[in-house]
């Protein structure tokens, strides 16, 4: 298994919602990241777990709560967003613990808030 | 402001001709510089590197160069071919990737 997936593709959530994105590898990666990406622009750092540990946030609001619970998932909590966290969410992974400059990227779940 | 800069935003060529896409940064630390790939509905693609302390690296049909003198680097896919079409991120690496807007490369037939 050679690929980073995620689930769901496409989220719609309201405001007042709680809702979660899912990333899940099986490359035996020890460095998973978070980013966002608005339209026409690049993809943003948020977060990087390295070796099932917070070791970057990206002053992040706390609306948005990352979890790991295991070598293999990288989980994103969602509660009370706002319509301007409206964007493609993407989860990557690394082979070694530490950020690398050699991502594998899933393809993302576009998320909608209205 | 940004630290990776694409200037183009969408760039068309010939199947079988030279694409050359562009790439300028100004933070003169950075560490590798990168480009990748990206097709819809997909994730982007790891393409290419270069370290800080070479001016060329090559990988088959793709090469980059670096001019640090100028903060500049390019991609150059030759001969371009139909699958090349997708668009193409510039980033650079440091504690961090930070990437370009991206080019848009179209291949024409």
């Known amino acids: 298994d050679t690929e980073v997936t995620q689930t769901p593709k496409h989220l719609v959530m309201g405001m007042t919602n709680k809702k979660s994105l899912k990333c899940e590898q099986h490359?035996?990666?020890?460095?998973m990241y978070w980013y966002k990406q608005k339209a026409k622009k690049p993809p943003e750092l948020m977060f990087v777990?390295?070796?099932?540990?917070?070791?970057i946030n990206e002053s992040v609001p706390s609306r948005f709560s990352p979890e790991c619970p295991n070598s293999s998932l990288l989980n994103l909590h969602l509660h009370a967003l706002q319509p301007e966290d409206s964007a493609l969410y993407l989860c990557?992974?690394?082979?070694?613990?530490?950020?690398?400059?050699?991502?594998?990227f899933g393809p993302g779940t576009r998320l909608t808030v209205t | 402001d940004q630290q990776v800069k694409q200037n183009s935003p969408s760039l068309s060529v010939q199947e079988g001709r030279i694409s050359i896409l562009n790439c300028d940064y100004t933070?003169?630390?950075?560490?590798?510089f990168l480009w990748y790939k990206k097709y819809p509905a997909e994730g982007p693609t790891f393409l290419i590197s270069?370290?800080?302390?070479?001016d060329k690296n090559e990988d088959g049909r793709f090469t980059v160069f670096l001019n640090k003198s100028a903060k500049h680097l390019s991609l150059h896919i030759v001969p371009s071919q139909p699958g090349d079409s997708a668009v193409y991120f510039c980033?650079?690496?440091?504690?961090?990737?930070?990437f370009g807007k991206g080019t848009r490369l179209h291949i024409l037939p």
């Open positions: 990557a992974s690394s082979p070694t613990g530490g950020i690398s400059y050699e991502q594998y």
């Open positions: 490359m035996g990666h020890r460095a």
């Open positions: 777990y390295s070796y099932e540990k917070l070791s």
């Open positions: 933070n003169s630390m950075f560490d590798y």
């Open positions: 270069i370290s800080s302390i070479k």
């Open positions: 980033a650079a690496f440091d504690d961090k990737i930070i």
